[in-house]
Protein backbone atom coordinates (compact mmCIF):
# COMPACT_ATOMS: atom_id res chain seq x y z
CA UNK A 1 0.00 0.00 0.00
CA UNK A 2 1.54 3.31 -0.88
CA UNK A 3 1.76 5.97 1.46
CA UNK A 4 -0.48 8.82 0.66
CA UNK A 5 0.93 12.06 -0.29
CA UNK A 6 -0.15 14.81 2.11
CA UNK A 7 -1.09 18.49 0.83
CA UNK A 8 2.09 21.20 -0.22
CA UNK A 9 2.48 23.96 1.44
CA UNK A 10 4.10 26.91 -0.80
CA UNK A 11 5.65 29.78 -0.68
CA UNK A 12 6.05 30.78 -4.29
CA UNK A 13 8.13 34.29 -5.38
CA UNK A 14 8.21 34.66 -9.01
CA UNK A 15 6.42 34.73 -12.33
CA UNK A 16 5.48 38.41 -11.63
CA UNK A 17 4.13 38.00 -8.18
CA UNK A 18 3.49 41.57 -6.49
CA UNK A 19 4.79 39.89 -3.12
CA UNK A 20 7.41 38.01 -2.69
CA UNK A 21 8.94 35.91 -0.07
CA UNK A 22 12.23 34.52 -1.27
CA UNK A 23 15.87 33.85 0.76
CA UNK A 24 17.87 36.49 1.30
CA UNK A 25 21.98 35.54 0.67
CA UNK A 26 24.99 35.49 -1.55
CA UNK A 27 24.77 32.78 -4.20
CA UNK A 28 27.70 30.45 -4.36
CA UNK A 29 28.16 28.04 -7.24
CA UNK A 30 27.95 24.83 -6.63
CA UNK A 31 31.57 24.26 -7.73
CA UNK A 32 32.92 26.59 -5.53
CA UNK A 33 30.73 24.93 -2.31
CA UNK A 34 32.46 21.53 -3.43
CA UNK A 35 35.88 23.44 -3.35
CA UNK A 36 35.48 24.95 0.18
CA UNK A 37 34.52 21.22 1.17
CA UNK A 38 37.11 19.77 -0.25
CA UNK A 39 39.71 22.18 1.59
CA UNK A 40 38.45 21.59 4.52
CA UNK A 41 38.85 17.91 4.36
CA UNK A 42 42.13 18.36 3.19
CA UNK A 43 43.25 20.58 6.28
CA UNK A 44 41.41 17.47 8.53
CA UNK A 45 42.59 14.32 6.81
CA UNK A 46 46.00 15.14 4.91
CA UNK A 47 44.48 14.04 2.05
CA UNK A 48 42.37 15.96 -0.26
CA UNK A 49 38.85 13.93 -1.61
CA UNK A 50 37.12 15.04 -5.47
CA UNK A 51 33.79 16.59 -3.82
CA UNK A 52 30.65 17.00 -5.88
CA UNK A 53 27.98 18.89 -4.93
CA UNK A 54 26.01 19.21 -8.48
CA UNK A 55 25.78 22.08 -10.44
CA UNK A 56 23.34 24.25 -8.98
CA UNK A 57 23.66 28.08 -7.77
CA UNK A 58 23.43 27.81 -4.25
CA UNK A 59 21.84 30.44 -2.10
CA UNK A 60 24.04 30.53 1.03
CA UNK A 61 22.32 30.83 4.58
CA UNK A 62 23.51 30.27 7.67
CA UNK A 63 22.42 26.53 8.78
CA UNK A 64 21.45 25.42 4.97
CA UNK A 65 22.74 21.93 4.16
CA UNK A 66 23.66 21.03 0.83
CA UNK A 67 23.68 17.06 0.69
CA UNK A 68 26.95 16.66 -1.59
CA UNK A 69 29.34 13.37 -2.20
CA UNK A 70 32.80 12.55 -1.57
CA UNK A 71 34.94 10.30 -3.05
CA UNK A 72 38.06 9.08 -1.43
CA UNK A 73 41.23 9.65 -3.28
CA UNK A 74 42.74 6.47 -2.12
CA UNK A 75 39.97 3.88 -2.87
CA UNK A 76 37.58 5.73 -4.86
CA UNK A 77 34.77 4.88 -2.45
CA UNK A 78 32.29 7.08 -2.43
CA UNK A 79 30.11 8.77 0.85
CA UNK A 80 27.24 10.99 1.40
CA UNK A 81 28.44 14.45 3.11
CA UNK A 82 26.13 17.17 4.33
CA UNK A 83 27.81 20.70 4.06
CA UNK A 84 26.61 23.17 6.02
CA UNK A 85 26.97 26.94 5.77
CA UNK A 86 28.39 28.40 8.94
CA UNK A 87 29.49 32.40 10.03
CA UNK A 88 27.94 33.83 6.71
CA UNK A 89 28.26 37.59 6.74
CA UNK A 90 28.00 39.85 2.76
CA UNK A 91 29.70 37.56 0.02
CA UNK A 92 31.74 35.90 3.12
CA UNK A 93 31.01 31.98 4.38
CA UNK A 94 32.28 29.03 6.22
CA UNK A 95 31.22 25.46 6.02
CA UNK A 96 31.62 22.44 7.83
CA UNK A 97 31.57 19.05 6.69
CA UNK A 98 29.90 15.87 8.30
CA UNK A 99 30.92 12.33 6.18
CA UNK A 100 29.57 9.09 6.08
CA UNK A 101 31.27 6.60 7.98
CA UNK A 102 30.09 3.93 5.89
CA UNK A 103 30.73 4.52 1.89
CA UNK A 104 27.37 3.82 -0.70
CA UNK A 105 28.74 0.53 -1.16
CA UNK A 106 28.96 -0.75 1.74
CA UNK A 107 25.46 0.13 2.73
CA UNK A 108 23.94 -1.38 -0.13
CA UNK A 109 25.84 -4.67 0.64
CA UNK A 110 24.47 -4.27 3.98
CA UNK A 111 21.04 -3.66 3.31
CA UNK A 112 21.36 -6.53 0.47
CA UNK A 113 20.32 -4.76 -1.93
CA UNK A 114 21.87 -2.77 -5.58
CA UNK A 115 22.46 1.23 -5.62
CA UNK A 116 19.01 2.21 -6.03
CA UNK A 117 17.96 3.45 -9.79
CA UNK A 118 16.16 6.45 -10.05
CA UNK A 119 12.56 6.91 -9.40
CA UNK A 120 9.69 7.47 -12.55
CA UNK A 121 8.14 10.44 -12.98
CA UNK A 122 5.29 8.24 -12.35
CA UNK A 123 5.82 6.80 -8.94
CA UNK A 124 3.95 8.77 -6.30
CA UNK A 125 5.36 11.34 -4.43
CA UNK A 126 5.94 11.08 -0.36
CA UNK A 127 7.31 7.14 -1.24
CA UNK A 128 10.84 6.50 -0.27
CA UNK A 129 13.02 5.60 -3.22
CA UNK A 130 15.07 3.42 -0.85
CA UNK A 131 16.07 2.38 2.67
CA UNK A 132 19.54 2.65 4.05
CA UNK A 133 20.11 1.94 7.37
CA UNK A 134 16.80 2.36 8.85
CA UNK A 135 16.34 6.13 7.16
CA UNK A 136 13.99 6.15 4.10
CA UNK A 137 15.75 8.22 0.99
CA UNK A 138 13.49 10.07 -1.00
CA UNK A 139 13.78 9.64 -5.08
CA UNK A 140 14.69 12.77 -5.91
CA UNK A 141 12.51 12.48 -9.09
CA UNK A 142 9.51 12.27 -6.53
CA UNK A 143 11.14 15.88 -5.25
CA UNK A 144 10.63 17.10 -8.40
CA UNK A 145 7.39 15.80 -9.62
CA UNK A 146 5.98 17.32 -5.69
CA UNK A 147 7.31 20.87 -6.13
CA UNK A 148 6.48 20.81 -9.90
CA UNK A 149 2.88 20.17 -8.66
CA UNK A 150 2.89 22.60 -5.85
CA UNK A 151 3.87 25.29 -8.34
CA UNK A 152 1.03 24.29 -10.86
CA UNK A 153 -1.75 24.67 -8.04
CA UNK A 154 -0.60 27.96 -7.57
CA UNK A 155 -0.08 29.39 -10.76
CA UNK A 156 -1.99 27.50 -12.81
CA UNK A 157 1.41 26.23 -14.84
CA UNK A 158 3.51 23.35 -14.75
CA UNK A 159 6.94 24.18 -14.66
CA UNK A 160 10.35 22.07 -15.09
CA UNK A 161 11.93 21.64 -11.64
CA UNK A 162 15.40 20.19 -11.29
CA UNK A 163 16.91 18.97 -8.33
CA UNK A 164 19.69 16.66 -9.47
CA UNK A 165 21.02 13.46 -9.56
CA UNK A 166 20.73 12.37 -5.76
CA UNK A 167 18.34 10.41 -3.89
CA UNK A 168 17.45 12.10 -0.52
CA UNK A 169 17.20 11.59 3.37
CA UNK A 170 14.20 13.76 4.31
CA UNK A 171 14.12 15.49 7.84
CA UNK A 172 12.36 18.49 8.73
CA UNK A 173 14.03 21.76 7.69
CA UNK A 174 16.74 19.53 5.43
CA UNK A 175 16.75 21.98 2.10
CA UNK A 176 17.43 20.62 -1.43
CA UNK A 177 18.65 23.48 -4.06
CA UNK A 178 16.91 23.25 -6.91
CA UNK A 179 16.46 24.79 -10.36
CA UNK A 180 12.92 26.02 -11.79
CA UNK A 181 12.52 26.19 -15.77
CA UNK A 182 9.62 28.57 -16.54
CA UNK A 183 7.30 26.81 -18.85
CA UNK A 184 6.44 29.61 -20.83
CA UNK A 185 9.15 31.78 -21.28
CA UNK A 186 12.51 29.27 -20.39
CA UNK A 187 13.46 31.29 -18.21
CA UNK A 188 15.57 29.13 -15.09
CA UNK A 189 15.38 30.48 -11.73
CA UNK A 190 16.89 29.54 -8.50
CA UNK A 191 14.50 27.74 -6.12
CA UNK A 192 14.97 25.73 -2.65
CA UNK A 193 12.93 22.93 -1.80
CA UNK A 194 12.42 22.40 2.03
CA UNK A 195 11.06 19.57 3.79
CA UNK A 196 8.42 20.06 6.18
CA UNK A 197 5.72 17.59 8.47
CA UNK A 198 8.17 14.47 7.63
CA UNK A 199 6.45 11.05 9.44
CA UNK A 200 8.10 8.22 8.84
CA UNK A 201 7.24 7.64 5.12
CA UNK A 202 5.40 10.93 4.99
CA UNK A 203 6.53 14.28 3.98
CA UNK A 204 5.43 17.38 2.76
CA UNK A 205 7.77 20.45 0.97
CA UNK A 206 7.51 24.03 0.82
CA UNK A 207 9.09 25.27 -2.37
CA UNK A 208 10.79 29.17 -2.50
CA UNK A 209 11.54 30.74 -6.00
CA UNK A 210 13.82 33.48 -6.43
CA UNK A 211 11.81 36.44 -8.25
CA UNK A 212 14.39 37.16 -10.64
CA UNK A 213 15.64 34.55 -13.38
CA UNK A 214 19.30 33.73 -13.53
Not at 78 to 99: I, L, P, R
Not at 114 to 129: K, L, N, R
Not at 161 to 181: A, H, K, W, Y
Request: aromatic share 4%; with cysteine.
Amino acid sequence: MHPLRRALPLTFAAFALSACSFEAGPTVAGEALAQAAADALEQETGERPDVDCGDDSIIAIAAKEVDCVVTDPGTGDEYDAVVTFTGVEGDQWNVDVEVASSSQGQNAEETGQAEPEPATPSEAPGEPADTEGGVDRVSVTAVEEAAADALEQETGQRPDIECGDLDINPFNGRSVECTLIDATTGAEHDATVTFTGVEGDQWNISVEVAPTPN
